[in-house]
């Protein structure tokens, strides 16, 4: 089933085509990963498939529904009942501990839950960091609060811009092995990113140039095992520009 579709979607800034024409289809349970330069359009796309932005023509359609009607009122709906963001500027609030950072997601959707928040911090292994400030955890601990903080309300798709920018590899291993176990459960994920073994690991790579899409690579099925120590074998196809 298909679970996103655009359809020859254009962002216009001014004389600026961010994006242009864009057609593509992501079936619910696939891993997509976005690359391409700076200015190539990826977080404007991601903004648009957010319900963060709307596009200045085409449609989105999301779980059957055309989102790119809706009002701005009701994508922030949609966004907090089915989408789940992540970010590379992890945007915590810092007088507040993880487990707090958590909860505050949890209160736009529903009651906040210590315990369901504890049980989120402990599915990223942070269950003994609740009580830390973010100033109290290393970058990678802060991007699990927020991957935590995205999965609190199970979403139907998993929306992270460059999660592992501003990570060394060991944090970046850790949270990719996160991203592999929410694949195998069967989350939707489209992760941008600018490594291309962070984007081998997803099942198809989408290469934005100039606003329009340059090509698509498909991956070969991957196993999905292996731990931090995962190690990724280059396939001779696959190597984006
Ligand atoms: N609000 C805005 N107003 C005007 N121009 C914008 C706006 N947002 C983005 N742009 C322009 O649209 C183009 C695409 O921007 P976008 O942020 O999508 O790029 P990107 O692929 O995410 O780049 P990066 O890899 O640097 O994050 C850029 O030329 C950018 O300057
Ligand atoms: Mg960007």
Redesign the pocket.
């Known amino acids: 089933m298909d679970l996103l579709e655009l359809r020859d979607i254009s ?1 216009i ?2 004389t ?1 085509k ?1 994006l242009q024409n864009i057609n593509l289809t992501i079936k619910q349970g696939e891993w997509l990963a976005i690359m ?12 648009i498939i957010g319900c963060m932005d709307k596009p200045s023509a085409g449609s989105v359609i999301l779980d059957g529904q055309t989102i790119s009607r809706e009002s701005a009122k009701n994508l922030t709906a949609i966004r907090r009942d089915k989408i789940g963001l992540i970010f590379q500027q992890f945007h915590l609030i810092n007088y507040l501990t993880a487990v707090e950072n958590v909860m505050v997601a949890q209160y736009y959707h529903s009651m906040p839950d210590e315990k369901e928040a504890l049980l989120a911090l402990e599915r990223v292994g942070l269950a003994n960091r609740a009580k830390h400030l973010p100033s109290q955890l290393s970058g990678g601990e802060q991007q699990r609060v927020c991957i935590a903080r995205a999965l609190i309300n199970y979403p139907m798709l998993i929306l992270a ?2 999660p592992t920018g501003n990570l060394d590899e060991t944090n970046e291993g850790i949270v990719l092995e996160i991203f592999r176990q929410l694949h195998r459960e069967g989350s939707t994920i489209i992760v ?1 990113t ?1 490594d291309p073994e962070v984007a081998e690991e997803a099942q198809r790579t989408v290469v ?1 140039e100039h ?1 329009r899409i340059a090509h698509i690579h498909p991956h070969g099925s991957h196993p999905h095992g292996g731990g931090h120590d995962h190690h990724h074998h280059a396939e001779e196809t696959e190597v984006p520009a």
Do not use: I
């Open positions: 962002k800034y001014g600026l961010a391409g330069p700076s200015g190539s359009g990826k977080t404007t796309m991601m903004n811009d460059e941008v600018h934005l606003g």
